[in-house]
């Protein structure tokens, strides 16, 4: 096994071990998408133009991505975190591979959402969300939803790295929770004003809600939208291509060189 792969399995353990021994984290972060779908589903859709059930079909896709965009904040406090209390220093000090503790923090990530979304799903199918589409799809949808997250932790990982305060990345990962509202995450976006509705569409999380949609067979795609949401599975890989070949480097280098 290569230094890069033995390294990072031990930086996703330790990752895991460190949401096991703070379950209380674990569980709000799973509980906000729960209630956001109770609330937004059933006070939402019944002033909306869609009926209740349609709604709820709608904005399933959007609370999966907006859950994953979540990353971003995530990845961002505990590399701040980490930065913060020396253990990022201590690890320097350590014949450890530079890319595994930023690719350690990722992947372990990635395996707390694959299992945490599971309840997501499971309470939007008892509220009347189905997955319309074939079984290979919904899949795809699936990997695409993960593939996203990734792409955000990566982004998370380098701003914590580079802000390297807890203080500073809690206020500054909270005004991430904009983001999913400048999308078509909980909302259509073909009410919205012309230069609002540009910037909407070229969110990315707009991309992906659009692909998952499309992937679960619960909306069609709109033909006159920006080039990501009208061809959302490509948009939504471009997006997801450029966000991991960006930051992913950035944070590994930020890491390997510390304060400099």
Known sequence: MSTLAYDGLAMVGRQLR?????PGLAILTQVMPINMLLFFGYVFGSALAMPGREYR????PGLLVSTAA??????????????????????????????????????????VTAIGTVPLLLVGLAAGWRVEGSVPRAVGAV?????????????????????RSEDA???????????PLLSNAYIPTDGLPGRLRTVAEWNPISAV???LR??????????????PVAHP?????????????????????RYAHGER
Not at 95 to 111: C, N, Y
Not at 146 to 158: D, E, H, K, Q
């Open 214 to 227: 499309d992937l679960f067979g619960n909306a069609p795609v709109p033909g006159d939208a920006a080039w």
């Open 233 to 253: 599975i490509a948009g939504s890989l471009l997006w997801c291509a450029v966000l991991i070949g960006v930051f992913l480097p950035l944070a590994v280098r």
């Open 143 to 163: 990997g695409l939803l993960l593939l996203f997250r990734f792409a955000c932790t990566s982004i998370g990982i380098f701003l914590g790295l580079l802000t």
């Open 18 to 22: 460190r949401v096991r021994n703070s």
């Open 70 to 111: 979540g990353g971003l904040m995530t990845g961002m406090f505990q590399a701040a975190a980490d930065s913060h209390r020396g253990v990022m220093d201590r690890f320097r000090t350590m014949p450890v591979s530079r890319a595994a503790v930023p690719l350690g923090q990722a992947v372990a990530d990635l395996v």
């Open 169 to 179: 990345a809690g206020q500054l990962g909270a005004s991430t929770f904009v983001l």
């Open 57 to 60: 079909s709608f904005l399933v």
């Open 209 to 211: 809600t659009t692909a």
